[in-house]
């Protein structure tokens, strides 16, 4: 019997390492994102400082290892054997809920996770033993779980949201009205006033509140602290300020930079020594278990069902070496892991100050939003001075392009919005640390760069709609997370419970199953990407520029389109659904390339001088022939699979092996169209113009026939239909490329040599 527990102690210290590195690579975007959105410093820079706080974090997390224990049950109702269920069945549908939506590429809330994973797994085992005792009914439940403090968080997560929208955009919004956008070129004082008071925030809520654990700081410095608020922070801004001003003036230093380097550290900090429990927080209250009941076995010999776990409701202060190694975990985590270094881009884009393809499609709820908040602010705006309205205005009005930097290139958001998500989100989440309030930093850190953006403007009419779109999905998902996490608890608990150790050893090597098998997957993608087999955005400023930038695509769009092709008539031939359902979606992925390019023309325009307008006729009318292109390739692949989705009649033998004779046709055409991209040998495009003619009349033909055999001896209006669709949109196609290859015939010109914006990068 002891054996058992000694066998789930050690399948809990694994799932603690395992949810650790999992963790880190859910939240790694919260500490990471602003720093690296910002570019303020070089990522290995980032990297050393996360690393740090990281680190210190988790030496100061001891407190809040008392929510694991005693934050959402009433430990005492229950005994030794259930308490072990309980944190079993909580590690192991966290960490593979937390690992499918890594593979996903989707950040959740670990905190939201933990919480209602234990809420699921102990009112699974408070219904088992109240359904066991005939005195009790369900209304009894609030015997076993502790509600005014699992209210209590969940009030706390669910406000966090609210909270750390409405701080982040009103500190956003004083923050710009004093700097600008053009904050470089303020007086230094601007920048000292605003370091310090970043840093008075950082360094108290940071030092005072978020360590206040840690020995290191004195009990007398806490005291003094505490009881004199106001004057310590006065001292402290006065300090920060004239440290800042003495680093902008002599020693040239950007305030701002130091700022967010600062601030990566705090909320590096805040995070470590909020969310450490999420992972280890559980594993160490069931060793805190096992001591308590083993001491009471070795005396009594008290069976692991007569042992109460009153103990549990004591604090009990957790072991620095065991901190100590789950600081090293995660910072070999956040060096280490793809999955960390691949989960920023969803808050980076929602917050970018600069018009990027959206990722989220707007729906009835987000354009309801948007529609509604513009009323307001017109009504808003009808009230406030005009002089009030031009000076801040003027101080949201944003700094010119540099129009020889690719926007890829371009930092996400200034410094200024950097700094500010960074102050508050640490302030924020190092608050509710102070208060033992295991607050999601998901949430607080992503809600605060969403206020930071609405308030500096950011979501303007051009993407309001698909910003808060993406919001309300992000929102949705972790309230999904939350239902997910609760459901899966509960289920699991109640399989441990009646399963026993048959039931514990099985669902232990699934977990290994599947956290290797979606490692491996999640390795091989990472492989599988080819970058050749992405359309690129064109840079250039002259039309001789723009035809050997776009070759490239040209070269690309022809080869997955003669592929897409064939398989298209291939699956027709062979019947084969999944081949066609496989061929669907290239064709779609290709297609929303060309759209993103075409999104793209606004920027290209924009960055070319008055002499190159020709150079934009060009882009513009290739762009137009590509997405006929892929518009034919559409529709031949879909009516292809709707045709065999549908159970509907083979097409004929003669049918077939025309449609392979107008494939191998195409395929020497766009064989010979790759090659001269490939080559930049674009005076061969005049040889196969001339076959133009030759093609057209080769799918004429194969019209004609069919025309033929449906007055003689077709019988079937599907396969007619579809064959007559087949033979018409390949004509659209051939003439598509025809007239791409003419315009690229009637522009190049050999004697001119292309000339390309410089997009060196910068040191």
Request: charged residues 20%.
């Amino acid at each position: 019997m002891e054996n058992l527990y000694l066998y789930m102690l050690a399948a809990l210290a694994f799932l603690a390492i395992a949810d650790l590195v999992v963790g880190v690579s859910n939240d790694a975007v919260n500490f990471l994102n602003s720093a690296i959105g910002s570019k303020a410093v070089s990522f290995k820079t980032i990297m050393i400082v996360a690393s740090i706080g990281v680190a210190v974090g988790a030496m100061t997390s001891s407190g809040m290892m008392e929510v694991a224990r005693k934050g959402i049950f009433n430990p005492g109702e229950f005994m030794f054997d259930e308490i072990m269920v309980i944190f079993m069945a909580v590690m192991l549908t966290d960490i593979l809920l937390l690992d499918f939506f890594n593979t996903l590429g989707l950040p959740t809330s670990t905190t939201v996770s933990i919480v209602f994973e234990l809420l699921g797994a102990s009112v699974a085992l408070s219904v088992i033993k109240i359904y066991g005792d005939a005195n009790q009914t369900l209304l009894d439940l609030g015997n076993y779980i502790n509600n005014s403090k699992a209210i209590e968080i969940i009030l706390g997560i669910l406000l966090s949201v609210v909270v750390a929208f409405t701080i982040g955009a009103i500190v956003q919004y004083l923050s710009r009205i004093l700097l600008s956008f053009k904050f470089q070129e303020k007086p230094a004082w601007y920048g000292a006033i605003f370091s310090g008071v970043a840093l008075s925030a950082i360094m108290y809520f940071i030092l005072i509140k978020g360590l206040k654990n840690a020995t290191f700081i004195s009990s007398d410095i806490l005291e003094f602290a505490n009881t004199n608020l106001y004057a310590t922070l006065s001292i402290s801004f006065v300090f920060w300020t004239l440290l800042s001003l003495a680093v902008t003036v002599l020693l040239k230093i950007n305030i701002y930079k130091l700022i967010i380097i600062v601030g990566t550290f705090a909320l590096a900090v805040a995070f470590a020594g909020n969310d450490l429990v999420n992972f280890i927080g559980v594993p160490i209250a069931a060793f805190n278990s096992y001591e308590s009941w083993h001491e009471a076995y070795l005396a009594f010999g008290t069976l692991p069902s007569e042992f109460g776990m009153q103990s549990l409701a004591q604090k009990v202060p957790t072991q620095p070496y065991l901190l100590l190694l789950a600081g090293v975990v995660m910072v070999l985590t956040l060096w280490f892991s793809s999955k960390a270094k691949a989960v920023v881009k969803t808050s980076v884009d929602l917050s970018r100050q600069d018009e990027v393809k959206e990722r989220f499609e707007p729906n009835f709820l987000s354009r309801t939003i948007v529609r509604y908040t513009i009323e307001l602010s017109k009504s808003i705006n009808h009230i406030l001075p005009d002089s009030f309205k031009k000076t801040t205005d003027k101080q949201f009005t944003k700094p010119e392009k540099d129009p020889l930097i690719k926007a890829a290139d371009l930092p996400a958001f200034d410094l200024v919005r950097a700094a500010v998500n960074l102050m508050v989100a640490s302030v924020l989440i190092s608050i509710a640390t102070s208060m033992k309030l295991p607050l999601s930093t998901t949430y607080v850190t992503f809600m605060v760069a969403m206020g930071t953006s609405l308030a500096d403007r950011a979501w303007g009419s051009e993407s309001a709609v698909y910003r808060v779109a993406g919001v309300l999905n992000v929102i949705g998902g972790w309230f999904f997370t939350a239902f997910s996490a609760f459901v899966a608890a509960f289920i699991m608990a109640c399989v441990l419970y009646y399963g026993g150790g048959f039931a514990l050893m099985g669902l232990f090597i699934l977990a290994i199953v599947l956290l290797t098998r979606n490692y491996i997957t999640h390795k091989n993608k990472a492989k599988k990407i080819d970058i050749e087999d992405e359309l690129e955005r064109t840079e250039s400023s002259s039309v001789q520029g723009v035809i050997h930038e776009s070759a490239k695509n040209i070269s690309n769009v022809v080869k997955r389109g003669n592929r897409i092709y064939t398989n298209a008539i291939s699956g027709l031939a062979k019947q084969d659904l999944l081949e066609l359902k496989k061929n669907k979606k290239q064709v779609a992925k290709l297609s929303a390339e060309v759209d993103d390019l075409r999104d793209n023309i606004f920027y290209f325009i924009k960055n070319l001088d008055e002499s190159s307008v020709g150079a934009s006729n060009f882009y513009i009318n290739i762009l137009g022939y590509l997405q006929d292109m892929t518009q034919s390739l559409e529709y031949i692949s879909k009516v292809s699979h709707k045709h065999i989705n549908n159970n509907h009649k083979k097409l004929k033998f003669s049918q077939i092996k025309e449609l392979k004779e107008v494939d191998d046709v195409l395929e020497v055409l766009f064989a010979d169209i790759k090659s001269a991209f490939d080559s930049r040998s674009f005076e061969q495009i005049g040889t196969i113009l001339s076959q133009r003619n030759t093609n057209f009349d080769l799918v004429t033909s194969k019209i004609a026939k069919q025309v033929e055999r449906t007055r003689t001896e077709e019988s079937s209006p599907k396969n007619t239909t579809l064959y007559f669709g087949l033979l018409l949109e390949t004509k659209d196609l051939i003439n598509a490329t025809m007239n791409l290859l003419q315009e690229y015939h009637n522009s190049h010109d050999s004697s001119v040599e292309p000339a390309t914006i410089n997009t060196e990068e910068e040191e």
